[in-house]
């Protein structure tokens, strides 16, 4: 069973500091890696990809890959309210993606 | 760009009767389509994958009969629940891939089936 696993949390940080989400994989295989954002009740929404060892920056977004260590984060800076929501790790093994159960953050004001 | 469209966005039946759910990409074409349920505070499930002009590829455990799936154009896909029972009381959400050479997929906003 190819598994993706992710700290179901609840995660809280303060406003304005740094997030880090964690998900490991059991597939080494792996070639494509996903974080999505889920509001409570609303469908997924892409955050960001990476394909390739090391950091990958978008805006307060940094995805960080080790295809060694099987294991893919990211990383919200100055953090907001608005980020409260759970994030998805998806990770694409051959033909299958696959969903990690989530991490719930939590952001106070 | 890559937007994708649910409709309904809710819908209430009784028990025993068909519900059929549509997803549209609205500015990209779409060979491929993605079907998940998933079930309050838990994580998405993938039901099938649906590609355009062929049949669907259902995962271990999910019912064919039950949940049909017809991607007639590279636009729309959609999914119907078949004597649709309190059990598939579920958030439905499907996806598409942006482009068929990535693994970017993008997803409608759901589908929340309640069935009395």
Not at chain 1, 10 to 26: F, R
Not at chain 1, 43 to 69: V, W
Request: overall charge neutral; charged content about 20%; aromatic content about 10%.
């Amino acid at each position: 069973q190819k598994e993706v696993e992710q700290n179901s949390g609840p995660l809280s940080v303060p406003e304005g500091a740094i997030a880090s989400l964690n998900c490991t994989y059991s597939d080494r295989g792996s070639q494509s890696f996903f974080w999505y954002r889920q509001y409570s009740g609303k469908s997924p929404e892409l955050i960001m990809s990476i394909y390739s060892n090391g950091d990958k920056e978008d805006g307060r977004f940094t995805a960080q890959l080790n295809k060694a260590s099987q294991y893919v984060s990211l990383l919200i800076r100055d953090s907001q309210p608005s980020d409260s929501a759970t994030y998805l790790c998806a990770v694409k093994s051959g033909n299958d993606m696959r969903f990690g159960a989530g991490t719930r953050l939590t952001v106070k004001p | 760009g890559a937007v994708v469209s649910q409709h309904p966005s809710w819908v209430i039946c009784k028990s025993g009767t068909s519900v059929k759910i549509e997803c549209r990409s609205l500015d990209f074409q779409a060979t491929t389509m993605f079907w998940y349920r998933q079930f309050p505070k838990q994580s998405l499930m993938l039901m099938a994958t649906s590609n355009e002009g062929s049949k669907a590829t259902y995962e271990q455990g999910v019912e064919k009969d039950k949940f049909l799936i017809n991607h007639a154009s590279l636009t729309l896909s959609t999914l119907t629940v078949t004597s649709a029972h309190p059990e598939d009381s579920s958030f439905y959400i499907c996806s598409a891939k942006y482009l068929a050479q990535t693994d970017t997929q993008y997803f409608g906003p759901g589908t929340r089936l309640t069935v009395l």
